[in-house]
């Protein structure tokens, strides 16, 4: 797998374009990466696309880019084609590239994060519940044999026979690359200590929340820090 090493429980600020103007000296110490969500963006065109990627790059942080779903969490409804295209205009500004491991573009976006080199994430979200851990770890097995270098699950948490089941998965598949959180507010405690056990990263928000129960950059920070050893 390509590594990632932040020498410290790590955090990435989802951000739409309007969020960058948001990023203070104290947001971007809190940060280790820059997620920009594209579906969130207010102008589509590929030029504008990439000048945001631009502006965000000069930032000095690792950038994901993320055009999501809208049936996983999307801000708005576009066509596979659409979704390829805005990958393909910003992968050589990428870091990492996040798209969904159920996804009928997974091959082509898997081609196009080969090709510039980045890091790609088969992500799974379900605003609903938690599924059991079985179900979890067959998903994660099967986002891994596509060809995805990090796995990320995103669930909602409802009790905390769910944050069991979500923390088994972490300490199981942790050095294999895998990124976990519990949407919703029973999930905060996985927000703050998944990163600690073995999560890649967390996320948190920069301006306006783009996920159930995400927290702020600069606030999740402080409660990551003032328990980490």
């Known amino acids: 797998m390509k590594r990632l090493d932040f020498g410290r429980p790590a955090i990435a600020g989802a951000a739409s374009d309007r969020d960058l103007e948001l990023i203070s000296g104290k947001v971007l110490d809190a940060l280790d990466l820059i997620e920009l969500r594209i579906d969130l963006f207010s102008d589509l065109d590929r030029r ?4 945001v990627f631009e502006k965000t790059k000069a930032l000095g942080k690792p950038v994901i880019a993320t055009v999501r779903s809208r049936e996983e969490g999307g801000g708005r409804e576009l066509r596979d084609g659409e979704r390829l295209g805005l990958f393909e205009a910003v992968a050589d500004l990428a870091d990492l590239i996040d798209i969904e491991g159920s996804s009928g573009i997974f091959r082509g976006v898997r081609r196009i994060a080969a090709d510039s080199r980045s890091i790609l994430i088969a992500s799974y979200h379900n605003f609903e519940a938690t599924p059991a851990y079985s179900e979890l770890s067959v998903l994660v097995r099967r986002f891994r044999s596509r060809g995805a270098d990090i796995v990320k699950v995103a669930t909602s948490a409802t009790g905390c026979e769910d944050l069991r089941s979500m923390t088994r998965l972490t300490l199981g598949y942790w050095k294999d ?6 949407m919703g507010g029973k999930g905060l405690p996985t927000r703050i200590f998944f990163p600690i056990i073995g999560s890649l990263f967390t996320f948190a928000s920069i301006g ?3 996920a159930p129960g995400q927290v702020s950059a600069v606030r999740l920070r402080e409660l990551i820090d003032g328990i980490y050893f």
């Open 48 to 51: 504008y696309v990439r000048t």
């Open 177 to 182: 690359g895998l990124v976990t959180i519990c």
């Open 208 to 210: 306006k929340p783009t």
